[in-house]
């Protein structure tokens, strides 16, 4: 069965910093992956998305991910996190772009 | 676009009586989806219309909730009778084709 693991529930990081969040799959074949954002209140927004391809994926808001086969990892980055980043990051899964698997999230915390 | 529209954003209810939540998708998309999110389940799929047919229900908890479209621009998902245990936040998703899918702002539900 497919599934997603998130290892963080909460990382802080402060204003300028890089930021790397975690992201392992479980899945026979090489699925759909997606990072999404979801602020307080707010409805979620996709970040990115790999389905074929080269495996370093450039988002919005200068996100990026890497899928690493070796490894079932889909790891998303920034080089330097602003205040407006703090919000929670669901990476998700799918053997198609309909049935997707969400990982548990990883809020996200910026100190000034 | 006004993205997808759910309404109404918060509802709440007592115990035993029926919650209709409401849909309407991105103008020109064939998928909709239903999606509920909770601290202890984190997000899950319910079901998914493609050209207003459901194609797949089995995310559905139990006989007490049920989802209809009617039309491309309509969904509602119906719980009857709502008991506490369904408090969460339900999003609405909508795409096109092969293309992501994007959220709508959410109904939070609290039953009492």
């Known amino acids: 069965a497919q599934s997603v693991t998130q290892p963080d529930i909460h990382i802080t990081v402060s204003e300028g910093a890089s930021l790397e969040l975690r992201c392992n799959y479980s899945y026979g074949a090489t699925p759909y992956l997606f990072w999404y954002v979801q602020s307080p209140g707010q409805g979620l927004q996709l970040l990115l998305k790999y389905f074929s391809g080269d495996t370093l994926v450039q988002g919005i808001k200068g996100f990026e991910a890497e899928f690493k086969r070796s490894q079932s990892s889909f790891n998303l980055r920034k080089p330097s996190v602003h205040w407006s980043d703090a919000a929670e990051y669901f990476c998700a899964v799918g053997f198609n772009n309909n049935d997707m698997r969400f990982g548990a999230g990883t809020r996200l915390t910026v100190k000034p | 676009d006004a993205g997808v529209i759910q309404s109404p954003r918060h509802e709440v209810t007592e115990m035993g009586q029926e919650v209709t939540l409401r849909c309407k998708p991105i103008?020109?998309?064939?998928?909709l989806f239903w999606y509920r999110q909770t601290m202890m389940r984190g997000l899950e799929l319910l079901i998914y219309?493609?050209?207003?047919?459901?194609?797949?229900d089995s995310g559905m908890p139990e006989d007490r909730f049920s989802a209809k479209m009617p039309n491309a621009s309509f969904s509602t998902l119906k719980i009857q009778p709502s008991e506490p245990r369904d408090s969460a936040v339900y999003f609405c998703a909508s795409k096109r084709g092969t293309d992501t899918q994007y959220f709508g702002p959410g109904t939070r539900l609290t039953v009492l």
């Open positions: 103008s020109g998309h064939d998928y």
């Open positions: 219309f493609n050209n207003n047919v459901p194609i797949d």
